[in-house]
């Protein structure tokens, strides 16, 4: 991982060409990064957004892609320690065919849930495009809200890069709690 501080400097000295790059592996704390540097006009501000959407997305696709061929790479053995069995993918197509697109966007939303979303969509073979639509509705906000925060208190980049780590981190708990309280009243109803 790259810190705040090297965001910083690598996008002076390599501009928007390394921007993409960047906010592929780092999104939200690079696309404040460069926003901040927009305010200080060493980058047009629409320009950056529409890198940073582009990256997301180009993200989402590789976890996609990984997330669709993964099963298929694994042994027969390894697909069962990890619990990956014809069931439980069927259920996952089931379930990406009928909530995929919530699915996605609550993913997308909560950042830290994301990656694993991304991945179960590949691998519930969720059509592509489709795929691609749901992302781009829950891009286009989650970025101009972290290419606003970047313009207008882009200054504090460094506090900012915490409170994203927070903000993550409870919500990945609050989704952790969330799975197992519905799993426990799945479990209750049918006991």
Do not use: C
């Not at 180009?58 to 892609?65: H, K, L, M, P």
């Not at 609550?106 to 691609?132: C, D, I, Q, Y």
């Amino acid at each position: 991982m790259i810190g705040a501080e090297g965001v910083l400097v690598l996008l002076k000295l390599h501009g928007l060409s390394l921007l993409a790059p960047l906010a592929v592996l780092e999104g939200p704390i690079v696309t404040v990064i460069a926003a901040y540097l927009a305010s200080l006009a060493f980058f047009d501000v629409w320009l950056v957004y529409v890198v940073v959407v582009v990256a997301d997305l180009v993200g989402d696709s590789i976890f996609y892609a990984l997330g669709r061929r993964g099963p298929g790479l694994l042994s027969p053995r390894w697909r069962n320690r990890f619990g990956v069995t014809d069931a439980r993918l069927g259920a996952l197509k089931g379930h990406f065919h009928n909530q995929g697109g919530r699915t996605l966007v609550v993913g997308k939303l909560t950042h830290s849930a994301g990656m694993v979303v991304l991945l179960a969509a590949g691998a519930a073979r969720m059509p592509f495009w489709r795929f691609l639509g749901f992302n781009l509705i829950a891009t286009l906000p989650k970025s101009l809200v972290f290419v606003i925060i970047g313009y207008t208190l882009g200054r504090a980049y460094t506090a900012i890069d915490g409170w994203i780590f927070r903000a993550s981190f409870a919500l990945l708990v609050l989704s952790l709690v969330a799975i197992a309280a519905w799993y426990l009243y799945r479990r209750g109803v049918r006991g």
